[in-house]
């Protein structure tokens, strides 16, 4: 995972604060996927973005939620006003090869930030 | 609208055993399926996939399975080692470049 870089590991937030999630894709990805695990579930697709335009967010939450990928810097995730229901882990991934067995395009996920919403 | 599903939400199995671990999907468009192995407070690593195309695919311990009539892979590792321990998930992607969609994962517990 040492690849795709997320920070904050961590983030405590108070309900109605404002989340920022960062990650940096593997040195020359240009192409980023964010996934949210809720506790106990799996994970479930929210955006996927390349640099300075977003490519499917048909699993991103219509409100409070956004994310971007600028030209410089990492992608970030923004979750404004959070509430409970938001403390989840957040992964990030970038395509980083085919797989030669199967042609599978493998993502590599970063390490993932955990929210808590108190 | 689950696409991928893992009905087992955990297995336990005695080291040196096999640890068979199960997929079902609902979408006949997934042309590629992935396993990921997490641990705790890590993100999923990539362990194995499989084409369409194909019905079984084998990497030193692990194999998965896929019975596309059934729509139903499945994961086998043997022998199985306590360091094997960990969630695993399944994955599915329509086309190579695709986003996957995941299962909800099985814990797997191999005792010593």
């Known amino acids: 995972n040492a690849g795709v870089m997320q920070n904050p590991r961590h983030l405590v937030r108070r309900r109605g604060q404002e989340a920022r999630l960062r990650c940096s894709p593997m040195k020359g990805h240009s192409h980023v996927y964010w996934y949210r695990q809720l506790p106990e579930e799996g994970l479930k697709f929210m955006v996927y973005?390349?640099?300075?335009?977003?490519?499917?967010e048909s699993g991103m939450p219509k409100e409070r939620f956004s994310a971007e990928f600028p030209k410089e810097g990492p992608s970030i995730l923004r979750i404004q006003q959070v509430v409970r229901g938001d403390s989840a882990a957040y992964f990030c991934?970038?395509?980083?090869?085919?797989?030669?067995?199967?042609?599978?395009?493998?993502?590599?996920f970063g390490a993932g930030s955990r929210l808590t919403v108190l | 609208d689950q696409q991928v599903k893992q009905n087992s939400p955990s297995l336990s199995v005695q080291e040196g055993r096999i640890s068979i671990l199960n997929c079902d999907y609902t979408?006949?468009?997934?042309?590629?399926f992935l396993w990921y192995k997490k641990y705790p407070a890590e993100g999923p690593t990539f362990l194995i996939s499989i084409s369409s195309i194909k019905d079984k695919n084998e990497d030193g311990r692990f194999t998965v399975f896929l019975n596309k009539s059934a729509k139903h892979l499945s994961l086998h590792i043997v022998p199985s080692q306590p360091g094997d321990s960990a969630v695993y998930f399944c994955?599915?992607?329509?086309?190579?470049?695709?986003?996957?969609?995941f299962g909800g994962g099985t814990r797997l517990m191999v005792k010593p």
């Open positions: 991934a970038s395509s980083s090869y085919r797989d030669r067995a199967s042609g599978a395009n493998v993502l590599t």
């Open positions: 994955a599915a992607s329509v086309y190579a470049g695709n986003m996957l969609t």
């Open positions: 979408n006949s468009m997934f042309d590629y």
């Open positions: 973005l390349q640099k300075e335009n977003i490519i499917d």
